[in-house]
DNA sequence: TTATATTCAGACTTTTTTATCTGAATATAA
DNA sequence: TTATATTCAGATAAAAAAGTCTGAATATAA
């Protein structure tokens, strides 16, 4: 799989709140967990380091959860991923080097610029919220979240 | 980082085979372990991987070692990453659902499908030897393959 | 104030990935 | 034939990632 399950859960976390943003002031994580079928604390220790990147709020005690700290059409998926796979994970070298830059490319160096670009753009190109809603119906989504493949 | 250790080892010894392909039958597992710095019996059983898919072929006893199977014009980097990745890599749902297709889609299917075929294009678009001609120096991609980044 | 609902923080366990070790099998060369 | 160089194969160990547990802190509502 291309990204970590840390960083999925991460990322169907934020769009079930993109989803669900005006319900209400904030959306305690043990629903998403029990919504999305992410194991309760995996996902408190997501969501707190999501908050660290300054892409979620949170509130404790009852009628406390997590809320985006922003609107859904100002974050982004590369946000998420960056706090969750580290800001190296589409920005160094594919063949592996200390540094990736055309000042000492490697073999692979201007075919993966080119590559990134085309990935960076997907996750950054649009909003969460322009992402949330191509999300149908809810039940389809989460329908699909109950099944996980094995690799 | 983007492809595991294991896919890095892999790829960077078969390139030093397209570099090294007519210097004799076969390339002893150990030379290239010393060369690139990667870990003997680690290396041994990732070639060995590469062996059973059709990349590699190998002789046992003195003289013998390792050498590609086809000619480094025939064989590219995604035939590798493949065979120690595994085929769902690159080609299973970003968003890791289930299946990954036009009739189901994830809210990101048609971004993520533009974006896979940027990837799978770089790495299966030249051949091994394509890129091998690339590597100016030898000692450069030597150098470079010592120092490793912790992420 | 008290009971309850929630995140915060860190220790702990399990699983997966990465790496090492050992011995057997096999080919070459003296 | 014998010594040596090598891959093959599987067991084991170490490190990293994924997941679980527990208790403290904190906010709300009765
Ligand atoms: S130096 Fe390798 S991808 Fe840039
Ligand atoms: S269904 Fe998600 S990327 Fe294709």
Same mark, same amino acid.
């Given at each position: ?31 998403? =967990? ?14 707190? #380091? ?7 709020? =949170? ?70 919220? #322009? ?21």
């Amino acid at each position: 799989m291309f990204l970590s399950k840390r960083c999925l859960h991460g990322l169907r976390a934020v769009l079930y709140l993109a989803l669900h943003d005006s319900d209400r002031a904030f959306t305690p994580i043990q629903e998403i =967990s029990d919504r999305l079928n992410i194991p309760f604390h995996f996902l408190t220790k997501i969501l707190h #380091d999501l908050g660290k990147a300054d892409i979620l709020i =949170s509130s404790r005690g009852a009628a406390g959860g997590v809320a985006l700290q922003r609107p859904a059409s100002e974050l982004n998926a590369l946000l998420v991923i960056d706090a969750l796979e580290g800001p190296h994970f589409l920005r160094s070298c594919v063949l592996g080097f200390d540094a990736c830059s055309s000042l000492a490319p490697c073999a692979l160096h201007s075919q993966w610029e080119a590559a990134r670009a085309c990935i960076l753009n997907m996750f950054s190109g649009e909003s969460l919220a #322009d992402i949330a809603g191509r999300i149908e119906t809810e039940e389809a989504f989460l329908q699909a979240l109950r099944v996980e493949r094995k690799d």
